[in-house]
């Protein structure tokens, strides 16, 4: 069982790699690129430990900043483009492992069906919902302190998936209304505060990569769950056919 | 009969349970590695994945 577990989360998170990294790299990354022009400029003129990485690479063409070790980070184009690859590889195959370890927590056999629907509860808990408090940020557009926004983010999605578990798995009028006080709570309780720094990242800019970003971060979930599903029962029907043998 | 079937649903379950705690373990290691570890290296490599998943970053 936990080989079949293990493989299908590899399969369903190398899937969903593909198809995500195909997507930021077409939708997402340009507008990261573009928004570092305008980082550092007010925002972060102060109090940032990690130089950014438009600055880093100017840094080596002569101005060194005060002398400081420049730190790793991947060269411009197609190194970049490899390690946010890699990124997603693994944050895929990380998620595929706990879409797969809940479902089979709650007693769910996966299939495709059942796959894409706890990928959707997933979505909303890890992408969805931690951004009605912390919408997508460009660099360069951030305020709050990142422990705070960190710690908003986990409380958030725990909360909300704890929720929907209790809604959609338990279903019963109690745990419905403590479902819905644990998806609300986060909210009430409010998130760290949203940037409202004098940034001259422009607005549209800003409001587009929201947008993708979700959408990216749907059919992320999406592959995952369709994923995940399909490889467990293909490796289940391999297993057995092995078994008769 | 009933005893057979007993011992073989106690192994699956605890074998189940077994490897629903490794992969669940294992899963959010590599989300925590991909999307929170504070470490500069990592945190460059996974940049743009990172702001494209809505991790909090810098």
């Known amino acids: 069982m936990i080989v079949r577990l293990l493989s299908a989360a590899l399969v369903a998170g190398f899937l969903a790699a593909v198809v995500a990294t195909g997507l930021q790299l077409a939708l997402t990354s340009p507008l990261i690129v573009a928004a570092e022009r305008y980082e550092g400029r007010h925002t972060h003129a102060a109090g940032l430990s990690a130089p950014l990485p438009i600055v880093l690479a100017h840094a080596h063409e002569g101005s060194e900043p005060h002398g400081a070790a420049p730190e790793w980070q991947p060269a411009e184009g197609l190194p970049r483009m490899a390690f946010t690859g890699l990124a997603t590889l693994v944050g895929g195959v990380g998620y595929a492992l706990i879409l797969g370890a809940v479902m089979l927590a709650c007693g769910r056999e996966p299939s495709p069906e059942r796959g894409l629907a706890f990928a959707l509860a997933g979505f909303a808990s890890v992408a969805l919902a931690p951004a009605l408090g912390l919408p997508p940020e460009l660099p360069g557009s951030e305020a709050a302190p990142l422990a705070a926004r960190q710690a908003w983010w986990l409380m958030t999605a725990t909360a909300t998936g704890m929720g929907l578990y209790l809604i959609l798995v338990r279903r019963a009028a109690i745990t419905i209304f403590g479902g819905l006080v644990l998806i609300v709570a986060p909210h009430l309780a409010g998130a760290p505060e949203v940037a409202v720094t004098q940034s001259e990242l422009p607005a549209g800019l800003a409001a587009q990569f929201a947008a993708r970003s979700l959408a990216v971060g749907f059919v992320f979930w999406a592959v995952i769950g369709l994923a995940f599903g399909w490889a467990w029962q293909r490796f289940g029907r391999g297993r057995e056919a092995g078994a008769h043998v | ?58």
């Open chain 2, 1 to 58: 009969m009933t005893t057979s079937t007993q011992t073989f649903t106690t192994t699956r379950t605890s074998e189940g349970a077994k490897a629903i705690l490794v992969a669940a373990c294992l899963g959010l290691g590599l989300v925590f590695l991909a999307g929170f570890s504070p470490a500069s290296a990592l945190h460059n490599a996974a940049h743009d994945f990172r702001h494209t998943q809505n991790f909090p970053c810098h």
